[in-house]
């Protein structure tokens, strides 16, 4: 049974609009949260996390927002760039040696 | 160049032919994990690593062995491959594990198929 769930198997979006990509999760335990980003022929490489003692974290264009009573957290990207069209995926830990991940979103960015 | 290599990157196996994917980090990480990727299910843990010769399951560890004798490398082993374990598979590791502060880096992926 997965714990991490991305409902939204792809989104399209147009260039210099926002894209804001969902994750939620059912695991109480989990406390450290991060999105990675994903291109074909190429392993997940790392973009931004949140710990679960806040409720926002920003890094340039990429911004994680984390509801702990909601178990939901969303990655904002703006604007949005053609370099963004990628695979995200999002993942979770409860501080146990194990990362769990959704199963992915695939983002288009249109001219 | 800090990285995680894994080899081989693509490969073609029958069932019942035991192989190996080799993992290796130059990052002296800690912490070393196998992952698989299959459509709709995103990554999956088979299994990870604390440290040399600390070794635990993942989610899905059924038909995987592996081994932590060196820090830098950390083996996955299919004793006998079956068609279901065709997928895509990587290997990643970090400083000191999944908690808080934590970067897991990922290898580039082997893709494995068994026929």
């Known amino acids: 049974d997965q714990q991490v769930k991305q409902n939204s198997p792809s989104l399209s979006v147009q260039e210099g609009r926002i894209s804001i990509l969902n994750c939620d999760y059912t695991?109480?335990?989990?406390?450290?949260f991060l999105w990675y980003k994903k291109y074909p022929a190429e392993g997940p490489t790392f973009l931004i996390s949140i710990s679960s003692i806040k409720d926002k974290n920003e890094d340039g264009r990429f911004t994680v927002f984390l509801n702990k009573s909601a178990k939901h957290l969303s990655l904002h990207i703006v604007p949005s760039q053609p370099g963004d069209s990628a695979v995200y995926f999002c993942?979770?830990?409860?501080?146990?040696?194990?990362?769990?991940f959704g199963a992915g979103t695939t983002v288009t960015v249109r001219a | 160049e800090a990285q995680v290599t894994q080899n081989p990157r693509y490969l073609i196996t029958v069932t019942g032919k035991k192989l190996t994917v080799t993992c290796s980090q130059n990052?002296?990480?800690?912490?070393m994990s196998w992952y698989r990727q299959d459509p709709g299910l995103g990554l999956r843990q088979i299994y990870y690593?604390?440290?040399?010769?600390?070794?635990d399951k993942g989610d899905v560890p059924e038909g995987y062995k592996v081994s932590r004798k060196e820090k830098r490398n950390f083996p996955l082993i299919l004793e006998s491959p079956s068609p279901n374990q065709t997928s895509l598979y990587f290997c990643?590791?970090?400083?000191?594990?999944?908690?808080?502060?934590?970067?897991?880096?990922f290898g580039e992926g082997s893709w494995l198929t068994v026929v």
């Open positions: 990052m002296n990480h800690e912490y």
């Open positions: 690593s604390m440290n040399v010769e600390v070794t």
């Open positions: 990643a590791s970090s400083l000191a594990g999944t908690g808080t502060g934590n970067t897991i880096y």
């Open positions: 695991n109480s335990m989990f406390d450290y």
């Open positions: 993942a979770a830990s409860g501080g146990d040696y194990k990362l769990s």
